[in-house]
């Protein structure tokens, strides 16, 4: 099979030939027809990532068709198109991963080459309002954006929820889900573009981080937030506490920018804040994810497709961060 692999920290992604994985009795082998890049894919080339393992092939999201089925698996999986929770080994606890928890893409191989084989327990049937490009889009980022969001947060219909940095996969899949959830949605954003992309999917205002003081015109607009999803931290996580109503929830998933500077600690305690860390989710939250997902009919936004061979390029308009939705690699 053909695949795009990573040989090294700081390599490019090669389009090679690579040995086709054979799988195991508990496993599906899945002709795969659209992948999707996470920023975890570009962290991994820069060696910005733990367990690094190479050769790799990365990719933690996909959708494709079962070409065969191991020993111990239900044949009639075959012919099916799929797409798979890339969460592995979460554990018993529903709360936490346990210690041998990975990610699909490393250090198990993954979607960005031609065939993958995957545990049949973590494989689910596609959408059927969604085209493959677009069930390819959301397993993590989906995933991590709804445990944030409905696992961690609790939030409810009605509540008041802010999501920082849309655009992003997690943010913006968390806003989707809110939106079809009935909670008044705001969001921040370095773009103006991308909060009136916002707007248009539904959110009722949003801030430009940019801007000086954008928090305070956010909590004047909106009156304070329930809750609070956010992939940065950084020094702007104080704001997030001011932005906080009493007894609101900051759900963290991330931290892109950097370390916290969380602020007046007064504020937490007197205000009964929870601030809630957050990674990935347990197989039942993907089931219930998918759920949702058709329930509401729910499509990931795509913001570009490229080929296969052109995963390098992929990686690259990511790393730029422009892009509003998700980068998808057509497998032919």
């Known amino acids: 099979m053909f695949a795009s692999v990573l040989h090294e920290i700081n390599g490019k992604f090669t389009f090679q030939e690579f040995e086709k994985p054979i799988p195991t009795s508990s496993e599906l082998l899945i002709k795969v027809s659209y992948a999707a890049l996470n920023h975890r894919d570009v962290w991994i080339q820069k060696g910005q990532y733990a367990g690094l ?61 031609q065939y993958v084989s995957v545990p049949a327990n973590l494989v689910y049937e596609k959408p059927v309002h969604l085209k493959a490009k677009e069930a390819a889009a959301f397993p993590l980022a989906g995933l991590t954006g709804f445990r944030a969001l409905f696992g961690r947060a609790k939030a409810q219909k009605g509540e008041t929820v ?30 103006e573009e991308k909060l009136e992309a916002a707007k248009a999917l539904g959110a009722i205002g949003g801030a430009n981080y940019k ?59 007197w205000k009964q804040i929870d601030i809630l860390g957050s990674t990935m989710g347990n197989n039942e939250e993907f089931a219930q994810m998918v759920q949702f997902i058709s329930e509401h009919k729910i499509v990931p936004v795509v913001a570009q497709t490229f080929a296969l061979n052109q995963c390098e390029e992929a990686a690259r308009f990511m790393d730029e961060g422009k892009q509003f939705g998700k980068i998808v690699l057509e497998i032919n």
């Not at 099916?80 to 554990?91: A, C, D, T, Y």
């Not at 996969?169 to 954003?189: D, M, N, P």
């Not at 305070?216 to 607009?221: M, N, P, Q, R």
């Open 211 to 269: 801007t000086p003081d954008w928090h305070k015109a956010l909590a004047k607009e909106s009156g304070g937030f329930d809750v609070i999803i956010d992939g940065a931290g950084g020094p702007d996580f104080a704001k997030l506490i001011d932005l906080c109503k009493p007894s609101g929830r900051i759900a963290c998933y991330g931290a892109t920018v950097g370390t916290w500077n969380a602020g007046i600690p007064a504020k937490v305690f």
């Open 162 to 191: 802010l999501i920082t940095g849309v655009g992003g996969g997690v943010a913006l899949f968390a806003a989707q889900f809110a939106i079809a959830a009935g909670c008044k949605v705001y969001v921040t954003s370095g773009s």
């Open 53 to 113: 393992v190479f050769p790799i092939t990365c990719g933690s999201d996909g959708c494709g068709v079962v070409e065969a089925v191991g020993a111990d698996v239900d044949a009639s999986w075959i012919g099916k198109e799929v797409i798979v929770n890339p969460s592995l080994n979460w554990g018993p606890n529903p709360r936490v991963q346990a210690k041998d928890y990975v990610i699909l893409g490393l250090p198990n191989h993954g979607f960005f080459a």
